[in-house]
């Protein structure tokens, strides 16, 4: 198996962090009042907690980078990328919601269905377009 260097994981990771980042906050940016606060309402805080937030998306952009973009820095393609990301974000968002359905009075089928969608779509796409950007601007001749 090919590897690839410290320096391009590194990149991969914040790369897919910031890509990650940007498309998910306009996703909670303007669907938090319409399809959260609905379903869930008092149960949401006014604002999110930092703490928890911040150790999600490192850790879950760590799993994304190691798990679908490395596998297509290694590949050099970004199919790989799409399909190991959605498979990851379907599996992690798919765990959190059904558990959340099943213990939760406050929570729809609605919202699961949706939620779901959305980390499988964010996962995949995240993962893809981090593999295209570190593939075509950071790319060397030895990974």
């Known amino acids: 198996m090919t590897k690839i260097s410290l320096k391009t994981l590194a990149l991969a ?13 306009v996703w909670l940016s303007t669907m938090t009042s319409l399809v959260y606060r609905p379903v869930m309402g008092d149960m949401l805080l006014p604002s999110f907690r930092l703490a928890p937030a911040v150790i999600f998306y490192l850790l879950y952009i760590g ?3 190691l798990m679908a973009v490395r596998p297509a820095l290694i590949a ?21 919601d ?16 949706a939620d779901i969608i959305w980390g499988t779509l964010l996962s995949g796409l995240a993962s893809a377009l981090a593999t295209w950007i570190v593939l075509r601007f950071f790319r060397t001749k030895h990974h």
Request: charged residues 5%; positive net charge.
């Open 98 to 113: 059904l558990t959340n359905h099943a213990v939760m009075k406050n929570w729809s089928t609605l919202l699961s269905v």
């Open 13 to 25: 990771y914040i790369t897919t962090f910031i890509v990650f980042g940007a498309i998910d906050s």
């Open 76 to 96: 050099g393609g970004v199919g790989a990328a799409v399909r190991q990301g959605a498979a990851i974000g379907f599996m992690s968002y798919m765990t959190y």
């Open 63 to 65: 799993g994304l980078t």
